[in-house]
């Protein structure tokens, strides 16, 4: 009993270290979003603003096109998510559904092209979307966050669609219904909360990537919150600390919104997605 109480008390106290661990750096952003100038200059530096303002974020407003770059971020990716589900979708039921070595490269390549680092693919996207006059644009970049995103959409949403028990199927195929009717009316409904996870996977990481948007789009009108939040460092590279900080705050808050709604939904299409039938 003192063993497994033992236990439990270190797992606990190791699950709370591993919280404040994640934590800390989001808390701390917080506080330095709230507190001016001089107590950002302090040598003892608080938790709690002690005089609290505004003024960062007002500040970060008036230096950069937050909203404007909010926009852009918006629109790519949303644009990336509906994309790749609607592409992900049919495909990864083909992959889970069919058996054949065709079916097991893909997976194989599904797998691979997840470890190629994005030096990588640089070069061969930007040729692509030069070549298509989408250089500099936001459907531009929606396409290389399609093109990015849809390797683990697949993966996830194959796991998901093995679950599904192919009786269902077979009784649908009985009354009539095609493959297409089948995977739309019987398949599709069962895997919601595996594409809203998959979603949420797909806005959540072209919301934060930079690498991407700094290379592909040039002009402030067109670029993203994390290209725009680097205008805050200074060419020595010196950072306006309080309007990056509540810039950033600010950039973080959507993805934790939708997070938040969604969160059962997440968790129970990633669980559903990795239980093979």
Do not use: C
Not at 26 to 39: C, V
Not at 118 to 139: M, W
Not at 190 to 198: E, K, N, W
Not at 253 to 261: D, Q, R
């Amino acid at each position: 009993m003192r063993t497994s109480t033992g236990a439990r008390v270190g797992q606990y106290a190791a699950l709370l270290a591993y919280l404040v661990f994640l934590a800390f750096p989001f808390l701390w952003l917080i506080s330095i979003a709230f507190k001016p100038p001089r107590e950002l200059a302090s040598l003892h530096p608080t938790w709690i603003p002690e005089h609290p303002t505004l003024d960062n974020f007002r500040q970060a407003f008036d230096e950069q096109p937050l909203l404007r770059a909010g926009l852009n971020s918006l629109l790519a990716a949303l644009g990336a998510a509906v994309i790749a589900v609607l592409i992900a979708t049919p495909m990864a039921y083909v992959m889970a559904r069919r058996r054949g070595r065709l079916t097991k490269a893909a997976t194989g390549w599904v797998v691979v092209s997840q470890a190629f680092p994005f030096v990588l693919l640089i070069i061969p996207l930007f040729l692509v979307l030069k070549n298509l006059g989408l250089i500099n644009s936001v459907p531009g970049l929606v396409m290389v966050y399609v093109v990015w995103s849809l390797p683990f959409a697949l993966w996830m949403l194959a796991g998901y669609v093995r679950a599904v028990p192919r009786e269902l199927e077979e009784a649908a195929a009985v009354d009539g219904a095609g493959r297409l009717r089948t995977l739309v009316s019987v398949t599709a409904p069962l895997l919601a909360p595996g594409i809203v996870a998959t979603a949420l996977f797909a806005f959540i990481t072209a919301w934060n990537e930079f690498f991407f948007a700094l290379v592909l789009l040039k002009t402030p009108e067109k670029q993203t919150l994390p290209v725009i939040l680097t205008h805050f460092i200074g060419a020595e590279g010196v950072a306006d600390l309080g309007p990056l900080a509540a810039a950033a705050f600010l950039a973080t808050l959507p993805s934790l919104l939708v997070f938040a709604l969604i969160q059962r939904r997440i968790t129970g299409g990633m669980l559903a997605g990795a239980v093979k039938s």
